[in-house]
């Protein structure tokens, strides 16, 4: 096809959408500090045992390369023991307390949602245990995905249509559509996947139970794309 007098339009466009979260991540931590290591581990061993043992009478399994996308899983994927110090204002110096604290980091991912409230309840009867953070998530199979990259691409067609008018022509067909960044345009400023419109963290050891509400996920597609014009004259200067 002869592209003399044509123009190449090179265009990026970006769709969102609202969807609700498909799972929940909740990571926190364990501690106890005790007047031995020995004793620490002891107690924050046990206290990661109770809890867990509740989390399973919810359903709940160890998370693993096959339990992955179960409906409520569990991980204690780290454990650290730290000597306790306090600083002396005579000497200027840390001094050993004599106490030992023990850490053991959880992380819990729920993706049946109906179970938020029992999780919630289970939560707040361990004292001992310091939820952090929740993070709310969409899945790559969510199928507000093809919609949002759909609506994505009617936005660049849309855009390239436009500056065609102003070249007085018509857009031809297409010549690429790629991914922000796969055109060797600028990504700057590019943030690709979903964000959660409000973070959230919550405290065991707080008053009642720690509230879980889904918070809505911003899905974000971001593409460039190329288009061929029919032919374009300019008038002469």
Not at 88 to 109: I, P
Not at 159 to 180: M, Q, S
Not at 187 to 208: C, D, I, K, N, V
Request: proline letters at 5%.
């Amino acid at each position: 096809m002869n592209d003399a007098g044509s123009v190449l339009l090179s265009v990026c466009a970006e769709a969102r959408q609202l969807v609700a979260p498909d799972y929940a991540v909740l990571d926190g931590v364990i501690e106890h500090t005790a007047g031995s290591k020995a004793e620490a581990v002891r107690s924050v061993t046990a206290s990661v045992d109770r809890l867990t043992a509740d989390l399973a009478a919810l359903g709940a399994v160890p998370f693993d390369e096959g339990t992955g996308r179960s409906p409520l899983t569990w991980s204690a994927h780290s454990s650290t023991t730290r000597e306790e110090r306090y600083h002396d204002k005579e000497t200027g110096r840390l001094e050993r307390t004599g106490q030992v604290t023990a850490t053991v980091a959880l992380r819990v991912t729920v993706r049946d949602l109906d179970r938020l409230g029992d999780l919630g309840g289970v939560l707040a009867a361990h004292p001992s245990l310091n939820v952090q953070a929740v993070t709310w998530e969409v899945g790559w199979d969510n199928p507000a995905w093809p919609q949002v990259r759909a609506a994505a691409v009617g936005a660049a067609v849309g855009k390239a249509r436009d500056y065609a008018a102003a070249l007085g022509a018509t857009v031809r067909h297409v010549e690429h559509i790629a991914d922000t960044g796969l055109l060797g345009g600028d990504t700057a400023g590019y943030q690709p996947g979903s964000r959660a419109l409000r973070a959230m963290s919550a405290s065991a050891e707080g008053p009642g139970t720690p509230a879980l509400n889904p918070v809505p996920q911003e899905l974000i597609a971001t593409i460039e794309a190329r288009f061929r014009t029919t032919e374009v004259s300019l008038p002469s200067t």
